[in-house]
């Protein structure tokens, strides 16, 4: 089972427009990261946020964690065309060397 | 720059051959980990290494094996390929508990 699950699957937005992607996990974490993934290509760590913490900025991407509701979010304001991507969250469950990853959300930003 | 290579971007296999998936890192990590990426299933683990001749499974290791001889190389092995191991292959890696480098992927495709 996976620990990780976005939501929504997909997500069509106008360029300017915020995204806020939602993932929720299931056992107790000391860290969630979210990445990014262009088609076809690799995966590139945007943000990671401790359990400690409750939110987190970088650039145009801010990240909430509510640890009591197992679950985070990703926010990425005034998006751009280039911001068209798949976005997974990952977490390493009971602090094991493991990341496990969601199925992702497939983000299209319209120019 | 952390930069992971993988050795092959496409590749197209008979069933039955064996198979090699090569990824080479440049930062001295510790950790490597090979993951298989699948429409609808996100990123699922099949092996890891946490140092030089030593692995341990994943979610999904049946059918594949891996080598890491030198510390800056682990290598996936499909002993018998078969069609179902038709995938995106990802490899990365990391020191300690920090981020995931990735590299671009190798599409494996098994006719």
């Known amino acids: 089972s996976q620990q990780g699950e976005e939501d929504p699957q997909a997500l069509s937005i106008q360029e300017g427009e915020n995204a806020t992607m939602n993932c929720s996990y299931k056992?107790?974490?000391?860290?969630l990261q979210w990445y990014r993934q262009n088609s076809g290509r690799g995966l590139v760590h945007l943000i990671l946020?401790?359990?400690?913490?409750r939110e987190k900025h970088s650039g145009r991407l801010r990240v909430t964690l509510d640890t009591s509701k197992k679950s985070s979010s990703l926010l990425i304001t005034a998006s751009r065309a280039a911001d068209t991507a798949s976005y997974f969250c990952a977490t390493p469950p009971d602090s094991s060397y493991k990341l496990i990853f969601g199925s992702g959300t497939r983000l299209l930003v319209r120019p | 720059d952390v930069k992971v290579t993988q050795s092959s971007r496409y590749l197209v296999k008979r069933t039955g051959e064996k198979v090699f998936l090569e990824c080479v890192q440049d930062?001295?990590?510790?950790?490597m980990f090979w993951y298989r990426q699948d429409p609808g299933l996100g990123l699922r683990l099949i092996y890891f290494?946490?140092?030089?001749?030593?692995?341990e499974k994943g979610d999904i290791p049946e059918g594949y094996s891996v080598s890491r001889e030198k510390k800056e190389r682990f290598s996936l092995i499909l002993e018998s390929a078969s069609t179902n191991q038709t995938s995106m292959y990802l490899c990365a890696s990391r020191v300690d508990s920090s981020p995931l480098h990735f590299g671009n992927g190798t599409r494996l495709t098994v006719t």
């Open positions: 056992t107790s974490i000391n860290n």
């Open positions: 290494s946490y140092d030089v001749k030593m692995k």
């Open positions: 930062m001295d990590h510790e950790n």
């Open positions: 946020i401790r359990s400690n913490e």
